[in-house]
């Protein structure tokens, strides 16, 4: 009987200046555990020589392989890729800039073999600027305040995650992904690793102010209904305030007759009311624009070229 096998699930968004170095790195610290490894490396429409370099590995290493999108999807969609072709019986999901160390590979498969289903790398937020550290703070109390899911700050996408935890997420196949809430909605045994936040030495972040709002909406309405309710209690709330105006004008026009005509306050009732409904409304086009993207049933990628075969489609041969 051979070695167990375990997925490496690499995505890589125009990290060129990385691959070799990670590859190196992971290849050394996984030599002398008694598994095999397979490096799923997926490109995610990367427009330096991303490809070329993982293409390159494939041809020295056999347990390299890759899937490779059309253009860039996110790095939801190439996890979800990653999943779906990650043939081990476990799966460590790692970014491949090297902020993600491999030294903590032994802690997690070292939590695997105690029988945990999800081996979450945790991580402090040691030279992060203040400003970063007080956005994903707030962003954790009000997720963790508002939606069904419990979030754990310092928790990402390193983790590794049994064959069971995949099989639990692949079932999750909806189109606006927030794998973090996913991992929490699944349930399943955790156990947890901390390691020290590492500062990215090569390429650049991805991330741009607008998609971290868009991902943290993302994040707030795949798991709750309750801003739809918030728009419900502002509404009433308004319109009990305003009530409340109307009858104490009304009050006063009987018993001191009309002074000055109330220009100033009509106009700021118009449009207090009006920025509560336009309010409520963006709420619900948030929800409907949703529906509306998981009703079109779109693919979550598209594949150019690939050397990997999706794992429920091959002929498993035992
Ligand atoms: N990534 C990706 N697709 C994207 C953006 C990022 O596959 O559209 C990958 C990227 O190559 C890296 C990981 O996701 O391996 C994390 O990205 P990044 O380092 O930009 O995020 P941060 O570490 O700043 O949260
Ligand atoms: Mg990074």
Redesign the pocket.
């Known amino acids: 009987m051979g070695k167990p096998l375990i997925t490496f699930l690499l995505p890589a968004y125009n990290e060129g200046e990385n691959i070799n170095e990670l590859y190196e790195q992971l290849t050394s610290e996984t030599k002398n555990l008694c598994y095999s490894f397979e490096f799923l490396f997926i490109d995610d429409g990367s427009t330096d020589d991303t490809l070329e370099k993982i293409k390159h590995l494939t041809y020295y290493a056999e347990n390299v392989s890759y899937v490779s999108f059309s253009r860039n999807f996110g790095k939801e969609a190439a996890m979800y890729a990653g999943l779906e072709h990650a043939r081990g019986e476990a799966v460590i999901i790692m970014?491949t800039?090297l902020?993600h160390p491999p030294q903590l590979i032994s802690s997690l498969i070292k939590g695997h073999e105690e029988g945990y289903h999800q081996v979450i790398a945790k991580r402090n937020r040691k030279g992060e600027s203040r400003f970063s550290q007080f956005l994903t703070g707030s962003f954790y109390q009000m997720m963790n305040k508002w939606s069904a899911v419990n979030l754990q700050d310092g928790e990402g996408d390193f983790r590794l995650l049994s064959r069971k935890a995949v099989d639990a997420l692949l079932k999750l196949s909806e189109g606006n992904r927030f794998s973090k809430g996913l991992y929490s909605w699944i349930g399943l045994s955790q156990a947890t690793v901390t390691y020290e936040n590492v500062i990215?030495n090569k390429g650049e972040?991805k991330w741009k102010m607008s998609s971290l709002i868009t991902y943290a909406l993302d994040g707030m309405l795949s798991f709750n209904t309750k801003p739809l309710r918030l728009c419900c209690y502002l509404g009433l709330f308004t319109i009990l305030i305003s009530f409340l105006y109307i009858l104490i004008t009304f009050v006063s026009i009987v018993w001191n007759g009309v002074d000055v005509p109330g220009y100033f306050t009509t106009i700021s009732a118009v449009l207090f009311l009006g920025g509560v409904q336009l309010f409520c409304l963006g709420i619900i086009g948030e929800y409907i624009g949703r529906i509306y993207n998981e009703t079109k049933k779109r693919p979550h990628y598209i594949i150019d070229e690939s050397n990997a075969m999706r794992a429920d489609l091959e002929v498993r041969t035992i």
């Open positions: 970014d800039d902020q990215r972040s």
